[in-house]
T-cell receptor, first 112, second 115 residues
Framework: DQQVKQNSPSLSVQEGRISILNCDYT??????FLWYKKYPAEGPTFLIS?????DKNEDGRFTVFLNKSAKHLSLHIVPSQPGDSAVYFC???????????FGTGTSLTVIP | EPEVTQTPSHQVTQMGQEVILRCVPI?????FYWYRQILGQKVEFLVS????????KSEIFDDQFSVERPDGSNFTLKIRSTKLEDSAMYFC?????????????FGDGTRLSIL
């Protein structure tokens, strides 16, 4: 089951620069997408979401972009801060169900 | 900020034994979920629960698993006869509503180790 894919297991970015995390999906029935952030020994923390009727949602330093035709989702963090270092998961849900399908995560390291 | 709490943080159990993982969802949330993450793998959905019954479950959630809301605050996951492959992090989550544009909020998980 590879409905949600994060092809980059890790990413390193200099503090102050932009971090771009990518996510691809295969199920055209997905209509709601989220990004979660996870620190070691903690559960996933909700970061930002986007509905399929939008192509962009912004919350402070975090912006999520959705390209439905390409079935691609990205998270932009600007400017990146050392505290952003964590594993980032994208997740998606269909309009018929409650469960979220998770990607395998991208470990972001922001270098001071 | 309200949060989902899970106990214990780490559970070690002999194979074949029953285990109960406990969760206290956020108080005004109506939908409850269990997910698991086997080491090195993705977070996988197990079950969702609403109005005292299962609303959705995955193939993983077979007859050895059950969920219950024994009182007004707790939400439990029981594994009847544990197997080595049940070793994983188990996350409880809750949301205000289901099938709407509302995120699920996760607890910090219970690490289950089967010996």
């Amino acid at each position: 089951d590879q409905q949600v894919k994060q092809n980059s297991p890790s990413l390193s970015v200099q503090e102050g620069r932009i971090s771009i995390l990518n996510c691809d999906y295969t199920n055209s029935m997905f209509d709601y997408f989220l990004w979660y952030k996870k620190y070691p020994a903690e559960g996933p923390t909700f970061l930002i979401s986007i509905s399929s009727i939008k192509d962009k949602n912004e919350d402070g330093r975090f912006t999520v972009f959705l390209n439905k035709s390409a079935k691609h989702l990205s998270l932009h963090i600007v400017p990146s801060q050392p505290g952003d270092s964590a594993v980032y998961f994208c997740a998606a849900r269909t309009y018929t169900g409650n469960q979220f399908y998770f990607g395998t995560g991208t470990s972001l390291t922001v270098i001071p | 900020e309200p949060e989902v709490t899970q106990t214990p943080s780490h559970q070690v159990t002999q194979m074949g034994q029953e285990v109960i993982l406990r969760c206290v969802p956020i108080s005004n949330h109506l939908y409850f979920y269990w997910y698991r993450q086997i080491l090195g793998q993705k977070v996988e959905f197990l079950v969702s629960f609403y109005n005292n019954e299962i609303s959705e479950k995955s193939e993983i959630f077979d007859d050895q698993f059950s969920v219950e809301r024994p009182d007004g605050s707790n939400f439990t996951l029981k594994i009847r006869s544990t197997k080595l492959e049940d070793s994983a992090m188990y996350f409880c989550a809750s949301s205000v509503q289901g099938r709407t544009d509302q995120p699920q909020h996760f607890g910090d998980g219970t690490r289950l180790s089967i010996l």
